[in-house]
């Protein structure tokens, strides 16, 4: 019911520019198109690598996550990060990152301190 209420959970697939050496091993070996789909989830996301058949899941909880807007968008959490290009399949997502941005806030909200 909350997936409907926000209007979708999860992203179109973006592909992947850069990742952290540590998510190195789950990115396709050959000079192959590496795509990910973002999940949001209550107290987090779930970012699926897609490995040929295989598939990789990266949990990050909203308290260890971190976003920064470059040229495309790069996500930070427990010392690993991954970078999506900027392209086509980036910008049909842009909804889908304003909600992820917004449900980070708000989460964040709930733990901040009132002086």
């Not at 992203?11 to 396709?28: C, F, G, T």
């Not at 971190?66 to 392209?87: D, E, L, M, P, R």
Request: charged share 20%.
């Amino acid at each position: 019911m909350e997936s409907l209420k926000m209007g979708g959970i999860g992203s179109k697939r973006m592909i992947i520019e850069n990742v952290s050496p540590n998510l190195q091993q789950h990115l396709n070996k050959v000079s192959d198109i590496n795509y990910a789909n973002i999940e949001m989830r209550p107290s987090g996301i779930l970012i699926y690598i897609n490995k040929g058949l295989k598939n990789y899941t990266w949990i990050i909880p909203f308290y260890h996550l971190v976003i920064y807007k470059s040229n495309g968008i790069s996500i930070h959490a427990q010392g690993k990060f991954i970078n999506f290009k900027n392209n086509k399949l980036f910008k049909e997502n842009k909804t889908f990152m304003s909600k992820l941005m917004n449900a980070k806030v708000k989460f964040d909200e709930r733990y901040s301190f009132q002086f």
